[in-house]
């Protein structure tokens, strides 16, 4: 079927305005920091200001010239815009201030794996994967009776798919199966 010279013109403009779209990031997607993770501070050309630093169960972290700051709940890019503006001034003219991710908060596998422990979590890990990073099934594994305990919530997922997601701080629970 031939079309026309004005549907082929639609067709081409929707092709390149969808092209043209960004597809946008889920609100889950964004890393909040929280308890475990280690995060770089650096502050470009200012040595004594550039550290890297594990958060603990407090949440927070003693700064040079700022004192305590709290990080739980906040991007990496949040964190260093507040560094940055209390530095600003009183310290420094126009501090750059940049926090990265050193170490993403462990993930935990128990029950029926071969290596039960906590795991460095990544970006994109999956049941599935967390499971390989811990040797896989045991024998006795019942493979569909994986749980995912969440973090943030504190809920308990059941019989989740293995290519659900895992995130940071989750325990992922394997169930021994009867037969």
């Known amino acids: 079927m031939i079309l026309s010279y004005g549907k082929r013109a639609v067709i081409s403009l929707l092709a390149l305005w969808l092209a043209g779209c960004s597809i946008r990031t889920p609100p889950d997607a964004v890393y909040h920091l929280d308890q475990g993770d280690e995060i770089n501070i650096a502050v470009s050309?200012?040595?004594?200001?550039?550290?890297?630093?594990?958060?603990?169960?407090?949440?927070?972290?003693?700064?040079?010239?700022?004192g305590s700051l709290m990080l739980k709940g906040k991007t990496p890019e949040q964190v260093g815009n507040?560094?940055?503006?209390?530095?600003?001034?009183?310290?420094l003219q126009a501090p750059m201030v940049t926090v990265s991710i050193a170490e993403y908060r462990k993930i935990y596998l128990l029950g029926e794996v071969k290596k039960p422990d906590g795991y460095a979590w990544e970006p994109g890990l999956t049941a599935e994967k967390a499971i390989a990073l811990a040797g896989g099934f045991t024998d006795r594994a019942d493979r569909h009776d994986i749980r995912i305990r969440q973090f943030r919530s504190g809920k308990l997922l059941e019989n989740v798919a293995a290519d659900s997601a895992v995130q940071a701080g989750d325990t992922i629970i394997i169930g021994m199966s009867f037969f």
């Open 45 to 66: 050309g200012e040595q004594d200001l550039t550290i890297r630093v594990k958060i603990d169960n407090s949440s927070s972290v003693d700064y040079p010239y700022i």
């Open 82 to 91: 507040e560094i940055a503006d209390k530095l600003r001034g009183n310290y």
